[in-house]
T-cell receptor
C-alpha cells in the first residue's frame, strides 16, 4: 500500500521569504501526486497535481511542486510567501490509474510572521 | 456555482447512539468520496461511490459504518452504536468523474461523548 510522509509538522517563515514543504511517498510505481491546503473552517482546496509529463508542476496561488522519482519526493515551493498562505498543507498520493482513493500525509502547519 | 455541502456542520452525540451525516455533492458530479480526519492527522479514505454504487469501501473501519447514495447524488454516512473513537471531522468530496480532481466540503465535526 502507498504511504506519504511529511517530515515537518510545523514550519514558520517570514512574509516574503521562500517556502519549501517536503513530501516523500512510498509506492512501487509512479503514483498520482497532489498538494491540498486547508484553512481554518474551510474545506480542502487542491493546489496542484501531478499525473505524468513535466515533473515541475505549476499550481494556484503561485505554488509549484517538483516530482523527483529518484528521491520519491514531491516537494511544494513558493518563492515569496504571503501572510494569507498560513494554513495546513497536505500531500496526497493515489495509485496510478485510481485517483479515486487518496492517501494523505499528516500535514504541515505553516505559520507566517509579519 | 455551489460547492460540496455537508450537514450538519457539527454533531454532538452520546456513546451508543446512531448518527447520520449528509453530503450534497456538486451538481453533475458522478463520483463521491467520504474521508475521516482525526485531530492532528490527514484525511483517511473511507468509501467512494461511482453513481449509486460503492466502488470501493475498503476504508470503512468496521460494520458500524455504512454509506448510501440511492439516487446517485446526495449521500448519507451512517454510524451505528457510536464510540468515542469515532469523534473526528468527516469530509465529503465529489468529482465530475472518477480520476478527476476531488472537491471537498467543509466537513461535519462529530463529537461522541
Amino acid at each position: 500500500a502507498q504511504s506519504v510522509t511529511q517530515p515537518d509538522i510545523h514550519i514558520t517563515v517570514s512574509e516574503g521569504a521562500s517556502l519549501e514543504l517536503r513530501c516523500n511517498y512510498s509506492y512501487g510505481a509512479t503514483p498520482y501526486l497532489f498538494w491540498y491546503v486547508q484553512s481554518p473552517g474551510q474545506g480542502l482546496q487542491l493546489l496542484l497535481k501531478y499525473f505524468s509529463g513535466d515533473t515541475l508542476v505549476q499550481g494556484i496561488k503561485g505554488f509549484e511542486a517538483e516530482f523527483k522519482r529518484s528521491q520519491s519526493s514531491f516537494n511544494l515551493r513558493k518563492p515569496s510567501v504571503h501572510w494569507s498562505d498560513a494554513a495546513e498543507y497536505f500531500c496526497a498520493v493515489a495509485r496510478t490509474g485510481t485517483a479515486s482513493k487518496l492517501t494523505f500525509g499528516t500535514g504541515t502547519r505553516l505559520q507566517v510572521t509579519l | 456555482g455551489a460547492g460540496v455541502s455537508q450537514t450538519p456542520s457539527n454533531k454532538v452525540t452520546e456513546k451508543g447512539k446512531y448518527v447520520e451525516l449528509r453530503c450534497d455533492p456538486i451538481s453533475g458530479h458522478t463520483a463521491l468520496y467520504w474521508y475521516r480526519q482525526s485531530l492532528g492527522q490527514g484525511p483517511e479514505f473511507l468509501i467512494y461511490f461511482q453513481g449509486t454504487g460503492a466502488a470501493d469501501d475498503s476504508g470503512l473501519p468496521n460494520d458500524r459504518f455504512f454509506a448510501v447514495r440511492p439516487e446517485g447524488s446526495v449521500s448519507t454516512l451512517k454510524i451505528q452504536r457510536t464510540e468515542r473513537g469515532d469523534s473526528a471531522v468527516y469530509l465529503c468530496a465529489s468529482s465530475l468523474v472518477a480520476e478527476e480532481t476531488q472537491y471537498f466540503g467543509p466537513g461535519t465535526r462529530l463529537l461522541v461523548l
